[in-house]
């Protein structure tokens, strides 16, 4: 039996004001396991961030709020857990790369106080002050920064050496599980490219389990075990690697979009092909399937009724074309 280390049931997240409701995240499941890496796909505005705060519990006090489901981390609901408990986790049993490498530093500590305080913080081992000096200069040179520019402050730094450095600070206490959001979307091709690389070595020497929140398909196909894609708030389509890549097997329309939107360098044309249309308004979702709007495929029992979840040696549809042709 596989050994899950993170699993998620039917979560419902809501960001609520005095005027409307925002829903973000709509009955969302999925599993990770110990040293498997995930990659949750879709456009901005899917919900994959939300997602990701909930897990850690980190959204925003008076406007988010989980409405149902469970969060299970190594066999603890962490939404049944006191804010102590939490800080307990956060960081040393989950870590996350937020989004923005420029704003994720504080701009008046220098960068290696910053790892230091999240080593002091989750000090369960009781080493000195030495030894923690000492582990900050690892992280730099595992992340392949001098340990000598620690002293210097986040203005110093280019943008690719910032998320170096988050992605030190981050992985400073060797997590269970790392949540990376778009570690590379700031990044130029080429040190997206070692970024990615440095990922993948530090995840196979410390057996990190890791959630990749990307809208590249090229990440997730260098990076990935299992794949979700997610689309107004909902997981439409799971598999394995090789399922969402596959192009023998039945896809969801919109996963088949993100495949049609990347470029083909062999074919000889100037013309892309977006998917149609914009993401709806998660105040006022579309009754029947949500991505029936945008849908080429689109049937009129998918205007009024929500799509059944067909299911395959682990691959997961959510899509009346496809429960229709397996039958």
Not at 282 to 294: D, H, V
Request: glycine share 8%.
């Amino acid at each position: 039996m596989a050994d899950k280390l993170l699993e998620i049931k039917d979560l419902e997240v809501i960001y609520q004001s005095d005027f409307e409701t925002v829903h973000a995240v709509n009955g969302v499941s999925f599993s990770i396991e110990r040293g498997q890496t995930m990659g949750l796909v879709g456009e901005t505005g899917a919900g994959k961030t939300t997602t990701s705060l909930a897990i850690l519990r980190l959204l925003p006090d008076r406007t988010g709020k989980v409405l149902g489901g469970s969060i299970e981390f190594d066999g603890r609901s962490l939404l049944d857990l006191k804010e102590s408990e939490m800080r307990e986790i956060r960081g040393e049993k989950i870590s996350m790369i937020f989004q923005d490498p420029m704003t994720a530093l504080n701009p008046i500590l220098r960068v290696g106080d910053q790892i230091y305080e999240a080593l002091e913080l989750h000090n369960t081992e009781k080493k000195t002050t030495e030894e923690l000096h000492k582990r900050v200069d690892e992280m730099f040179e595992m992340v392949g920064i001098p340990p000598y520019r620690k002293r210097e402050y986040p203005h110093q730094f280019s943008g690719g050496m910032k998320q170096r450095v988050i992605i030190a600070m981050a992985l400073a206490c060797e997590p269970e599980l790392l949540i990376a959001d778009e570690p590379t979307t700031a990044l130029d091709v080429t040190i997206q490219a070692q970024v990615l690389m440095m990922m993948r070595e530090l995840k196979e020497r410390l057996g990190t389990a890791m959630i990749m929140i990307t809208h590249d398909l090229g990440i997730v196909a260098q990076t990935c075990d299992t794949v979700a894609v997610m689309y107004a708030g909902s997981i439409i389509e799971y598999g394995t690697l090789e399922d969402i890549f596959s192009k023998e097997k039945n896809h969801h329309p919109y996963t088949e979009g993100l495949f049609a939107s990347i470029p083909n360098l062999e074919e000889e044309t100037d013309r892309l092909h977006p998917i149609e249309g914009l993401m709806p308004d998660p105040t006022n979702l579309p009754t029947g399937c949500r991505f029936s709007p945008r849908c080429p495929k689109c049937m009129e029992i998918c205007k009024t009724t929500p799509p059944p979840e067909w299911e395959e040696n682990g691959h997961r549809i959510a899509c009346h074309l496809f429960k229709k042709e397996v039958q």
